[in-house]
């Protein structure tokens, strides 16, 4: 599975972003893709998952009720919608599958990262 991330930006506190992410090769096999942030001398934290065959969502805390998760099917991509942002969300953004359930803070494939900066 290769994945490409594509949506990152400058933009000030409080606007929008959206991050997209294709999924190529062996789709069928993905079990959920998702995304993962790594700030400035932090360690890569997870963000959001969508899982594949039912639909289910996942978000950590610090972002619940400002981004949502979704999919495309014909696309085979997934996009992160990031509103009200802030300055904390500044990181490089990360989308990741799995070909099976796992711990929500590993994956089995990654993509490159797309960087998210947000100005106070």
């Known amino acids: 599975v290769q994945l490409q991330a594509s949506g990152g930006g400058l933009v000030q506190a409080g606007d929008s972003l959206r991050l997209s992410c294709a999924a190529s090769?062996?789709?069928?096999?993905?079990?959920?893709m998702g995304w993962f942030r790594q700030a400035p001398g932090k360690e890569r934290e997870f963000v959001a998952r969508f899982l594949w065959n039912n639909g289910n969502t996942y978000y950590t805390d610090s972002v619940k009720g400002r981004f949502t998760i979704s999919r495309d099917i014909a696309k085979n991509t997934v996009d992160l919608q990031m509103n009200n942002l802030k300055p904390e969300d500044t990181a490089v953004y990360y989308c990741?599958?799995?070909?099976?359930?796992?711990?929500?803070?590993?994956?089995?494939?990654w993509g490159q990262g797309t960087l998210v900066t947000v100005s106070s």
């Open positions: 990741a599958a799995d070909i099976r359930p796992g711990p929500v803070t590993k994956a089995d494939y």
């Open positions: 090769g062996r789709t069928t096999s993905i079990y959920d």
